[in-house]
């Protein structure tokens, strides 16, 4: 998602539901990317990741997709739980140079 | 035990002072990052170190300082402290600058200026 104003770009999801979080990436010559997790207080923590030689890669409850020719990133997350509330980042990164761009961030908010 | 920690989690200081804030990571690796997150949770990178080589500066002020004594420590000094200052800073790891992985954060050291 876009920040819009001042606030982070919000997705409220009642619990059980599955959750999709967009991200845009601006390097075409991006070839590696990461999702993060970032709960209150606390620093960025790993979800998933996946290289541009794949379009999709399954982990335990979530799903990252990767569409190289929009450069756009997807996390699916199933079954979305109260647990799963807090700010998630796209980074991506190009090969050979480790350098961490981060995305602006969305704020994924269950509803018990 | 904490994979990468930082020192202090919390640091409130007044304009023109100068502090600095501690990382270090238990991981063996080779590569460590500071980011800075503002009050709008935006995350950028300001430096990277590799095996104590200082191998990227995203044209932050010289007023930040990084020193990395060893590779398993990268500190940051900030001279002349400012109100813009004030932000959430990151200390970061990873294995390998050459091999794409994830990168492990600490818990952040949420600094203000008064």
């Known amino acids: 998602g876009e920040s819009v104003g001042l606030h982070l770009p919000t997705l409220s999801v009642q619990e059980g539901d599955n959750s999709i979080i967009n991200c845009a990436y601006s390097?075409?010559?991006?070839?590696?990317f990461i999702w993060y997790k970032q709960e209150s207080g606390k620093g960025p923590q790993f979800i998933i990741d996946?290289?541009?030689?794949?379009d999709k890669r399954q982990g335990q409850r979530v799903t990252v997709l990767l569409n190289k020719t929009v450069k756009h990133l997807s996390l699916q997350i199933a079954a979305t739980q109260p647990g799963d509330s807090a700010v998630y980042f796209c980074?991506?990164?190009?090969?050979?140079?480790?350098?961490?761009?981060f995305g602006s961030g969305t704020k994924l908010n269950v509803k018990p | 035990d904490t994979a990468v920690s930082q020192t202090p989690k919390y640091l409130v200081t007044q304009m023109g002072n100068d502090k600095s804030i501690k990382c270090e990571q238990n991981?063996?690796?080779?590569?460590m990052y500071w980011y800075k997150q503002d009050s709008k949770k935006f995350l950028k990178i300001m430096f990277s170190?590799?095996?104590?080589?200082?191998?990227i500066n995203e044209t932050v002020p010289n007023r930040f300082s990084p020193k990395s004594p060893d590779k398993a420590h990268l500190n940051l000094h900030i001279n002349s402290l400012e109100l813009g200052d004030s932000a959430v800073y990151f200390c970061?790891?990873?294995?390998?600058?050459?091999?794409?992985?994830?990168?492990?954060f600490g818990q952040g050291t949420r600094l203000t200026v008064v």
């Open positions: 970061a790891s990873s294995p390998d600058r050459i091999m794409n992985t994830e990168a492990f």
């Open positions: 390097n075409s010559a991006s070839d590696y």
């Open positions: 996946i290289r541009s030689n794949m």
């Open positions: 980074a991506e990164n190009s090969y050979n140079f480790n350098k961490f761009y």
């Open positions: 991981l063996g690796h080779d590569t």
């Open positions: 170190y590799n095996n104590k080589e200082l191998i």
